[in-house]
């Protein structure tokens, strides 16, 4: 998981290293910015969450982990 709303090349390498251990990933990011497709475009990267605040966000991480728990 990673917060993707600014460029940031910490959070890039994570998620290539994601995918080079096959590591399904959520990027985070807020409502009205569009994530680098480098974020978007790399297979692990599963969901993409749009947010507008930390409430509306910790709402939407739990209700997307619970689908995946439910699996």
Same mark, same amino acid.
């Given at each position: 998981?990673?917060?993707?709303?600014?460029?940031?090349?910490? !959070?890039?390498? +994570?998620?290539?290293?994601?995918?080079?251990? &096959?590591?399904?990933?959520?990027? $985070?990011?807020?409502?009205?910015? *569009?994530?680098?497709?480098?974020?978007?475009?790399?297979? !692990?990267?599963? +969901?993409?969450?749009?947010?507008?605040?930390? &409430?509306?966000?910790?709402?939407? $991480?739990?209700?997307?982990?619970? *689908?995946?728990?439910?699996?």
């Amino acid at each position: 998981m990673g917060e993707v709303t600014s460029p940031s090349m910490g !959070v890039g390498m +994570e998620f290539q290293m994601a995918q080079e251990h &096959n590591i399904p990933c959520i990027a $985070l990011c807020r409502k009205g910015v *569009e994530p680098s497709i480098m974020i978007t475009g790399i297979p !692990v990267t599963k +969901e993409v969450i749009y947010y507008t605040d930390i &409430n509306d966000l910790s709402k939407q $991480l739990e209700e997307t982990l619970q *689908e995946e728990n439910d699996k």
